[in-house]
């Protein structure tokens, strides 16, 4: 089994069979740099190039298929990949299995980052592969533009962890010197500290570390560690994964706002928001965004966006605007997209600048604040009528046994006190009675009865 890189943080891999020199190209997004390697191996009678593979329908790894289907050598070759991937002839079904020469290769759905994820397990013989594209990465794992903190804990801790611990992990970006520096702050571990010495050392980590190193130096498949529970003060292993990428995100996002520099001392007693704030373009003040929310949209436009002159930043697909709103977490209703595409291409040219795409991003962002000042609102209301005004607005509070019972009293309701305490241990959690409910369990158990959505 060979396999071959590119040159920057963004990886294409061939992988060969070495018996029938049967081989595929894996994410092959910068065309220019993989096409001429791959017709010389073609020349020379080293490869046989019977397929494109995609791990998922992001540009960077998707974006060149079109492009590389135009070389004569590359004509219809198939494009195996999840359904949105550009020029996809080939969907394999999760667990599908299919073959490159002798090598068994298996697709496994692991949809978060984007909903067509899929990493690709390969066996050779004695050697196990999988390839993992924005999924997985050493000491990391992807963001969640498509899904929850629930999927990406089934695709990485089941899925991903259930495969042969002395398989090779190959990433589809080298982002192991980032990702270590975040994984030290949780989990300040041996395993985690040699990690660190190798990314320090090398340029290219892919393929030097096992599944089975991912479960000892990857915080994101440590969640049912103590430690990890500790500092993200979650039990639940859904909650823990969804509480690291949070702070991933924050601490990626102070890295970069410091522009390399170490962290200046601050004052002691100074809280967080002492720390430097990035600057608000002009852009971002006229539409009254912050600059991490500008980062965020540039982010998400940058995902979907396509080269285009006199456009600094590429425009972007109109038929891509709901997905890159939606990795936004800002998902627009029917009737909202109608209006927002007749607002980006008013002349029906197929796609939208990113002053434009920001501008509507923007309206969303602050539909979405005001939305949920409303609902907090109006949890505080419903908690402290349920204890009967016993606490004022940011005091603690719970609501107890005694609460209950007079909301049942003032409601002339007959209700038995064994199921007030079942109230009470199905929204704490079973902590015990004793423990009353706090307003975020509150709004939990309201959640779930279908109260708020």
């Known amino acids: 089994m060979l396999l071959g890189t590119g040159t920057s943080d963004n990886y294409a891999y061939l992988v060969v069979d070495d018996k029938t020199k049967d081989a ?17 191996q073609i020349k020379d009678g080293k490869i046989n190039l019977t397929a494109i593979v995609n791990t998922h329908h992001h540009w960077d790894h998707a974006g060149g298929n079109k492009k590389m289907l135009n070389h004569p050598e590359f004509q219809g070759k198939s494009i195996i990949g999840g359904k949105d991937c550009e020029a996809v002839s080939k969907t394999p ?57 629930e999927q990406m804990n089934t695709a990485l801790n089941k899925t991903l962890a259930s495969l042969p611990d002395d398989t090779k992990v190959y990433p589809g970006h080298e982002y192991t010197k980032s990702n270590v520096k975040f994984a030290l702050s949780v989990l300040p571990s041996e395993a985690v500290k040699k990690l660190q010495a190798f990314a320090e050392n090398n340029k290219e980590t892919q393929g030097k570390f096992t599944i089975g190193d991912e479960k000892e130096h990857n915080p994101f498949m440590r969640t049912q560690d103590p430690e990890i529970q500790r500092v993200t003060s979650k039990t639940d292993p859904v909650e823990v994964m969804g509480k690291l990428r949070e702070m991933k995100n924050s601490f990626k996002a102070k890295r970069q706002s410091a522009k390399g520099k170490p962290p200046k001392r601050r004052a002691q007693g100074l809280g967080e928001s002492a720390a430097p704030k990035a600057r608000q373009s002009k852009l971002a003040k006229e539409h009254n965004i912050t600059a991490a929310e500008e980062n965020e949209i540039k982010e998400a436009f940058g995902l979907f966006s396509v080269p285009m002159s006199g456009e600094k930043e590429g425009v972007i697909p109109i038929k891509d605007v709901r997905r890159a709103m939606i990795a936004l977490d800002i998902h627009p209703t029917p009737s909202e997209l109608a209006e927002f595409t007749s607002i980006l291409d008013p002349d029906g040219e197929g796609y939208a600048i990113y002053s434009s795409f920001l501008a509507i991003c923007a309206l969303k962002f602050h539909a979405r604040t005001r939305t949920s000042d409303s609902h907090n609102q109006e949890v505080e209301e419903a908690f402290r009528l349920f204890m009967n005004g016993g606490a004022s607005s940011g005091e603690e509070g719970k609501i107890t046994l005694a609460s209950l019972k007079r909301v049942a009293r003032a409601l002339k309701e007959d209700v038995e006190e064994d199921l007030l305490r079942d109230m009470i241990l199905e929204a704490n959690g079973g902590v015990g009675v004793g423990k009353g409910v706090n307003k975020e369990e509150f709004e939990g158990v309201m959640r779930r009865a279908g109260v708020w959505r």
């Open 24 to 40: 595929v190209i894996i994410d092959p997004a910068n065309p220019d740099e993989v096409a001429p390697v791959l017709k010389q």
């Open 93 to 149: 079904q999760d667990g599908e299995t299919f073959k490159i020469g002798d090598i068994l290769v298996k697709a496994l759905y692991t949809p978060c980052h984007t909903q067509d994820s899929i990493c690709y397990y390969m066996q050779d013989g004695d050697q196990k592969v999988v390839f993992t594209g924005d999924t997985l990465f050493h000491a990391g794992c992807g963001k969640f533009f498509e899904g929850t903190p």
